[in-house]
């Protein structure tokens, strides 16, 4: 079992910066790849950006140059680090993390509001 805890969001103005964090526990051996989804009002649920254990990262391209994935290793947190926020990023940001074993398990966090404004 993976548990996964979202903190950092809130209310943000274009030019500034948000930093969410989502710190896992449990099973933490088990953790294959982390990742930020999100989801805005009347849409789908869409990846935002992921990263493996090895370091890989992938991207949304509505977001490619302006938002960063990391993980702490040593902290089991993976971060998105978000510049130059736009009011269409405005969502509910679900933190993802994937297994691996003799199962693959897909966990996800309870999901934080990010709200940019002009």
């Known amino acids: 079992q993976v548990q996964l805890v979202e903190s950092g969001g809130g209310l943000v103005q274009t030019g500034g910066s948000l930093r969410l964090s989502c710190a896992a526990s449990?099973?933490?051996?088990?953790?294959?790849?982390l990742g930020w989804y999100r989801q805005a009002p009347g849409k789908q649920r869409e990846l935002v950006a992921t990263i493996s254990n090895s370091g890989s990262t992938t991207y949304a391209d509505s977001v490619k140059g302006r938002f960063t994935i990391d993980r702490d290793n040593a902290k089991n947190t993976v971060y998105l680090q978000m510049n130059s926020p736009k009011p269409d990023d405005t969502a509910v940001y679900y933190c993802?993390?994937?297994?691996?074993?003799?199962?693959?398990?897909?966990?996800w966090g309870q999901g934080t509001q990010v709200t940019v404004s002009s």
């Open positions: 993802m993390c994937r297994t691996t074993g003799w199962r693959v398990y897909v966990y």
């Open positions: 449990g099973s933490i051996a088990s953790i294959n790849t």
